[in-house]
């Protein structure tokens, strides 16, 4: 037998009674551990919801989000969990019929009942918020902006769920909970982080928004608004430009081109061999071209596109006025801005835009995009076609005139220029909820950003359990030594030689 053998079969750590122990330690730490475990463990998810419906200018869009009930204040708790996109125009079309826009809603607020749980179906609030196209119905039409919102409200009321109202939103409000939306999905509010800008086209206005450190809000007060969030200030820089969505920018394009009452319009904006009738009664159906409607207008003019970027830009620069300006600064039409500032997400109609014309990248240099942008302006209109059968031809006629306004928007306009342009990201979702206003407005009405920073746990539950099995361990290392000295045979450990 080796000396080390019998050294082993000698060893007292080995006998019964530390068996014993070690067996029971072991059990005393595990049902330590799995009471820590249990005891501190999260409640069982209880869920609460809130809709809101985005009455936009060309369609209506509903929201479902959803946030766990207990610690509604831990930053981006509260996602998207559905969304669904109503059939038809949006709902200022339907002002000779409003009764329809009500009808309109109940594919979708049928859905949002499948969605939620019936049980909370009553505490689940419901808000509609209409944008520019309500703006200007209002504005041209204020008897019958109101015939759409009492048919909408009615149609609201008889869900099950908890109706806040419906109601216009401001551009303000728009362009700030835009913001608001977009930095709580990247958690950059709680975190106290550099904020990111947000830049919102849709059909009828677009709005910037952003933190600028050299402005303090005095220079252009109407364009100010201030947030205390989690405990940071911020003072965020947002204007809304009514009429200069994407569809009504093109129709003020138009309306520049026909002032003179033409029979046929040769736009450079839309594709060579791209040729359609149009009405001029239509076309000019909107307070943001109406008082422009050349007297006398025959009926309809025929619009045959040119294709040619440049010359679409020299169009599109007449909706700008680029000279008057009372503030140290503007971007266009007398609207005080302050220097561009920190990363920008772009989203709505920007990333549709920027999406179909493959330009969401962009470290792609202004020049090429540009070029990018000639070239498929230069493309002819049955090549287009042939390209892309299964897009809708109205979207697809009219990318051309879009990509060539946002790039004009956003250089001449807003002033980004070759080096901040990468700033800008295109996005349409962030961490799988849409970028948009609707969040950012259920947030605020459903009060649920604090203005100071919530007193943080003073641990989790996994630092809890992991500090509650080091200890048992210790305590069961201790116990086995503090044993020793009483265990006679474990007094005379052998001497390894
Ligand atoms: N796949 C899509 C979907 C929409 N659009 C266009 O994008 C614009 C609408 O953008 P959106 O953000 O939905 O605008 P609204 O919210 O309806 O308008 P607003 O915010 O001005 O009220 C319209 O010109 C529409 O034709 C597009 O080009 N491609
Ligand atoms: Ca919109």
């Known amino acids: 037998m080796s000396a080390q053998r019998e050294m082993k079969e000698k060893n007292p750590w080995h ?42 200018s060309s369609h209506t869009a509903l929201y479902i989000y959803g946030w766990p009930a207990e610690k509604v204040n831990d930053t981006g708790r509260v996602v998207q969990v559905h969304s669904c996109k109503v059939k038809g125009p949006g709902i200022s079309s339907y002002a000779s019929a409003p009764l329809n826009a009500g009808e309109s809603l109940k594919v979708c607020m049928l859905e949002a009942k499948d969605q939620v749980p019936s049980k909370r179906h009553q505490e689940t609030p419901l808000y509609l918020g209409a944008t520019a196209g309500m703006r200007l119905l209002n504005i041209e ?172 830009q020299r169009v ?24 561009l500032q920190g990363p920008f997400g772009a989203f709505s109609a920007y990333y549709f835009v920027m999406n179909f014309l493959n330009l969401t990248d962009t470290s792609t240099p202004l020049e090429d995009v540009k070029k990018k942008i000639t070239n498929y302006c230069a493309t002819p209109w049955e090549q287009i076609k ?23 928007l956003l250089t001449e306009g807003y002033n980004f220029t070759s080096e901040n342009y990468p700033n800008i990201k295109f996005i349409k979702k962030i961490k799988d909820s849409d970028a948009g206003w609707t969040l950012g407005y259920m947030l605020n009405l459903t009060n649920m950003i604090p203005a100071e920073a919530p007193d943080k746990p003073p641990l989790p539950h996994g630092g809890y359990v992991s500090i509650v099995t080091i200890i048992a361990i210790l305590l069961f290392v201790l116990i086995i030594f503090s044993l020793r000295p009483i265990w006679p045979r474990c007094s005379k450990r052998p001497q390894i030689i």
């Open 15 to 56: 006998t019964p009674a530390t068996i014993i122990i070690t067996v029971i330690g072991v059990i005393a730490i595990v049902a330590l551990v799995t009471v820590a475990v249990l005891q501190n463990k999260p409640l069982p998810k209880k869920y609460k919801y809130g809709i809101v419906l985005d009455a936009g």
């Open 141 to 312: 039409n204020s008897t019958a902006s109101d015939g759409v919102f009492q048919a909408v409200s009615q149609a609201l009321q008889t869900s099950p769920f908890s109706f806040q109202g419906a109601r216009i939103i401001s551009g303000q409000e728009e362009g700030a909970f835009g913001w608001v939306t977009v930095n709580y999905l990247d958690d950059r509010l709680k975190q106290g982080l550099e904020t990111t800008g947000a830049l919102d086209l849709g059909g009828a206005s677009t709005q910037i928004s952003f933190v600028s450190d050299n402005y303090d809000g005095s220079e252009s007060p109407k364009n100010s608004v201030t947030f205390r969030l989690y405990g940071n200030d911020y003072n965020l820089y947002t204007h809304s430009f009514l009429c200069y969505g994407k569809d009504q920018v093109l129709r003020m394009t138009l309306a520049h081109q026909t002032q003179s009452g033409p029979a046929t319009v040769l736009d450079p904006c839309f594709h060579r061999g791209y040729t359609a009738i149009k009405n001029y009664t239509v076309l000019y159906d909107t307070p943001c071209v109406s008082d422009r409607k050349p007297q006398p207008a025959p009926a309809s003019f025929n619009h045959t596109g040119t294709g040619d970027f440049q010359e679409c």
């Open 316 to 339: 599109v620069r007449n909706v700008f006025n680029f000279t008057d300006c009372k503030y140290s600064r503007c971007s266009f039409n007398g609207v005080f801005q302050p220097s």
């Open 386 to 408: 042939e390209q892309y059968p299964h897009i809708k031809q109205k979207y697809l006629a009219e990318y051309c005139f879009s990509g060539t306004y946002i790039i004009t």
